[in-house]
């Protein structure tokens, strides 16, 4: 079993924080400070875990101005050695698809060809395919079947992240270490590349899925359209933009932009996989229930990532949500109680499973993985 466990010390003077990360062998694995935050005239409220000093005691250094730090939070999230050598088995095998997905068909057609594996190929965790195919395989569904289907929602995925790094949209030069699409190959072609890869995800699920019914695969490529249309993808990107540099976003408004800027394609890797594994209506909404919560609470994640993370641990440019003047759920919520509600996100979506038992099991540990991740 690994695990990680996640450190915070306030300074009592002027309310800095010291964070790190330790592996379960306490091998510091990462160091960093988040900067100066407002002095706290309590002790915050926390969910606690684990208590143990971070440093030794040690007097006030007045050129700093720091008093001894205390240990302000420790929590431990187990990520199994299970969890992690299934995903790079199904990464790898993803990986392969996708490398075969999109072949070269005419000579004229090598600038758009090389873009869209470009971006497509850039690496990634590659969590949307993986779950597709997991939830498949619960309801006893074979992987080949979902195999079409969740190369195509990487397809989309990736169509997505191209259009996002635009200047029009949030003007990104990075994207997983890598200048983005545009930086490449101009805007023209980053827009038809990611153009490109949206028509061929659907032509990829109708002409490659096998041993399915027309029937389910019809629904399959409804639910595709719909996640990613004016009520998913597209309708979440559309109010983000309009949210933008406004006082009066709530945070009911911030959860119905990302139930469809990031959740709705996340649910519809979990529910198309279910489909095609022959669930029936009942658990295609329960598993639709689960995939909500885990999509909300992948984003609450990647809002804490901005905030706390690095380039070099996510691969592009990080606080540029506070530049656009964008809510975010640190922003809202603040930062603590931003982890708080991704962590309640998680455990509402594995109790939602909790009737499938130990098929469930890698659905639950891909869900606590979600709030674990460091990129």
């Not at 800095?16 to 915050?44: M, Q």
């Not at 205390?70 to 969890?83: G, I, T």
């Not at 019914?213 to 399959?220: G, T, Y």
Request: aromatic residues 6%; contains cysteine; glycine residues 8%.
């Amino acid at each position: 079993m690994a695990f990680v466990i996640c450190i915070s010390a306030r300074c009592c003077c002027c309310g800095s924080i010291e964070s790190a990360l330790l592996t379960s062998s306490n091998r510091l694995v990462k160091k960093r400070r988040n900067g100066f935050l407002p002095k706290f005239s309590r002790r915050p409220e926390l969910s606690v875990t684990r208590w143990s000093p971070l440093y030794p005691q040690r007097s006030v250094d007045e050129s700093c101005n720091h008093s001894p730090l205390h240990l302000c939070m420790v929590a431990e999230v187990s990520v199994s050695d299970k969890l992690l050598q299934y995903m790079k088995l199904k990464k790898d095998y993803v990986e392969e698809q996708l490398k075969r997905s999109i072949p070269l068909l005419d000579s004229r057609l090598g600038l758009i060809h090389e873009a869209m594996r470009y971006s497509l190929l850039a690496g990634g965790k590659r969590i949307r395919p993986i779950l597709c195919i997991t939830s498949c395989e619960l309801f006893g569904g074979d992987a080949l079947a979902a195999t079409p289907t969740a190369v195509a929602l990487e397809m989309i995925h990736t169509m997505s992240l191209i259009h996002d790094d635009l200047p029009a949209m949030d003007n990104d030069d990075y994207r997983r270490g890598k200048l983005t699409n545009h930086k490449v190959f101009g805007e023209d072609i980053a827009i038809l590349a990611g153009d490109a890869l949206l028509a061929r995800a659907f032509e990829y699920i109708a002409n490659e899925t096998q041993g399915v019914s027309a029937e389910v695969v019809l629904k399959v490529i409804s639910f595709v359209g719909a996640s990613v249309g004016y009520s998913g993808i597209v309708g979440g990107q559309v109010v983000d933009i309009l949210s933008e540099g406004k006082k009066d976003v709530n945070i009911d408004d911030l959860i119905w932009i990302h139930k469809h800027k990031t959740g709705a394609l996340l649910k519809c890797c979990v529910v198309t996989g279910a489909l095609l594994g022959g669930a029936n209506e009942e658990d295609v909404c329960r598993i639709g229930e689960y995939a909500e919560r885990i999509g909300l609470a992948f984003q609450v994640t990647d809002d804490i990532l901005d905030v706390t993370s690095s380039f070099e641990e996510l691969g592009k440019s990080i606080g540029k949500d506070e530049r656009s003047d964008k809510a975010t759920f640190p922003r809202l919520m603040g930062l603590e109680e931003s982890r708080r509600f991704a962590e309640r996100l998680v455990q509402e979506s594995k109790t939602l499973i909790e009737p499938y038992g130990k098929r469930a099991y890698y659905l639950e540990a891909l869900a606590d993985y979600i709030v674990a991740r460091s990129h």
